[in-house]
């Protein structure tokens, strides 16, 4: 090593040394009774107090408890940058080479959330200035409601650069960190000067170790919160939105058993119920068919992909950071056994002069982040895809097709989950605390103190979420024998249709998928129909020609009352994001929030009302490959209390209770 690599070592080691030689730490996490310990950090660096952090949790934590890190960095090093600089600590290997692999290929501005140790460790990046990344980790912008989502049991402050200083309001950072605390959390920083001490004063903090470059103070109140009579309801033009999307959790849910009953065992149900079990819940997973994966998430072959834009909005943000996501949630699954598919890139072609047209916008935006999309010529992405490409297209090296009924059957062996197939809900009703789960004779199926709805269309089934606006579309698949030509095929094609390369279980093809907004809904609609077979064959060999002697479609043409398939509904949403979160109470909240149909800037101070433990996962559409891992584990952080992988406003976009906000403002309703 190399005395300049000496030095920063020797710098980093004494940097570190401030945060996580501390004798607290170790007594608190070996004693500890929670079962989840938060710390968050301001500034991400090369990432070292993280790797300490998580190795010191590993030798010293308790096997049935979670550490749970949350780290804002406005301006976080890329891949290639963090491999560099960690190479300093070859003792962290392990660490380090888990973080590297799962680090983001595209560090958006948001939350990026890494999974580590079978989910018992969780780190979340948040790429943000200190102040306003910290802010998203408040329930609400009201000030009413700007409760923590999760308080934080330690901090990492770090003392802020000469350069930095013009810029930053460190009292104000130090006040935000306060209120995302509790009484006696801790914070380590490296500054011990009389300004910070002062600082941490105004806060609440009281220091209560302090040596020559370092101090420990502890929070000893709550900074003051805002009084409601500050707030005049229905007042014009107010600052504030009205905080609907405020859940306030049940006064019994941290003493209730962890229990909870997922309703749906296609993708949906299966990811929800795999996080709940992961956070220590035990839970009762319910499937109407035989088998789980039966329905609209019965398809042998699924691809993973995003849809890119141009533009700045939330439907885009949401689509970069599901498929982050579900990429790292699905790439060990690749590695361990080709039963689940393979992560063999997502090709998307700019097959008509629309899609060149976009593909040119989203260059300008994207064409410096080749690790999550690359943009390739014809002569490359023929290449690539390993047979004859007549366009141009987008290239997602990280993404590939999954196997849905497969990925259910893993999801669901898992010891704290118990499998009821066969079994069909009919009503849900509460009790005391429990949910209860009943069939037609009102005979109890299960029991929970929170119940999860995943069962896409079939949730307008339930009182409590029959005003969802919900449309079933009808999706038909077509089954292709593969061929010596077709298995040439190495990546996944989209265009009008799409391809994944040949199933080697199955030895075949499933390509698709129609999209019949007009057929009948569930069951008479789940019948195949030849005109879709054909449908499906013509969206193969218009944008890709090699398809058409690869695959035989012109025999298929003639012989289509011999293809195999099947058809079934996606559930799709009017804005097209799934719906994830707690279930509002319909009358409750048109009578709460009337005033927005005469005003939408109305004040109205006063959080939703919603079903106390009642939760949603739906509403997918043909994505629910993509988009089901992370509102998955942003149920399970609701349910649970803890950091949610999303800021604020996509966890609001995501609500179930938009809709009726929107159609009050709207005057719908």
Known sequence: MHDDANEIRAKLEQYHQTFLERPHLRDT?????????????????????????????????????????ICVEANPPNRSELRQALALWPELSQYTNELLENYPALLHSGFHRLLFDDRQVSFTLIVNSPSAGLEQLQQSAHPLFA???????????????ASEKAGADSEALLMTMAKLSHPNSILISDNADAS??????????????????????????????AKREDFVEGAYNAPFAPPWNVSLRDKEAPSAPKTVTVIGGGIAGCHSARALALKGYEVTLI????????????????VLYGKLSPREETLAEFNISALAFGQRAYSALWSSSEAFGEQCGVLQLAHTAKEQKLHEALRVRYGEDSELVQFLSPAQASEIAGIDIPHSGLFFPEAGWVNP???????????????????????????????????KQGGILASSSSLLIATAGHAQYFSQTQHLPLKPVRGQVTYLAASEASRKLKTALCSEGYIAPADPLSNSHCIG?????????????????QSDHLENLDKMDGPTPALEGALGLAQHRSESEK??????YRCTTPDYLPIAGPAPKYANFLEDYQLLRKNAKSSIPRAGNYWPGLYLNIGHGSRGLTYAALTAELLAAQIDGTTPPLPRHLIQALSPARFIIRDLIRKKI
Do not use: M
């Open 287 to 302: 499937e109407q068919e035989p088998e789980l994966a039966s329905q609209g998430s019965g398809n042998p072959q699924g």
């Open 29 to 69: 996490w070996k004693n500890n009774t929670k079962t989840h310990f938060s710390v968050g950090e301001i500034g991400f660096n090369s990432g070292l107090n993280f790797l300490a952090t998580w190795r010191q949790w590993q030798q010293t934590a308790a096997n049935n408890t979670r550490l749970d890190y």
């Open 147 to 161: 409760n923590p989502l999760c308080a934080i049991d330690t901090w990492y402050y770090k003392s802020i650069s």
């Open 563 to 568: 293809l195999s398939g099947r058809a079934a």
């Open 196 to 225: 910070t001490q002062d600082q941490l004063s105004l806060a609440g903090f009281e220091v209560c170790k302090l040596e020559t470059a370092r101090l420990c103070a502890k929070l000893k109140e709550l900074p003051p919160r």
């Open 513 to 529: 998928a129609t999209f019949d907004v007009k057929a009948p809904f569930y069951p008479e609609g789940t019948n195949t129909q």
């Open 405 to 439: 009924k497969v990925l259910c059957q893993h999801l669901a062996e898992h010891p704290q989950i118990t499998i009821k197939r066969s079994t069909q809900v009919s009503e849900l009703t509460r009790t005391g605390n429990q949910w209860q789960a009943l069939d």
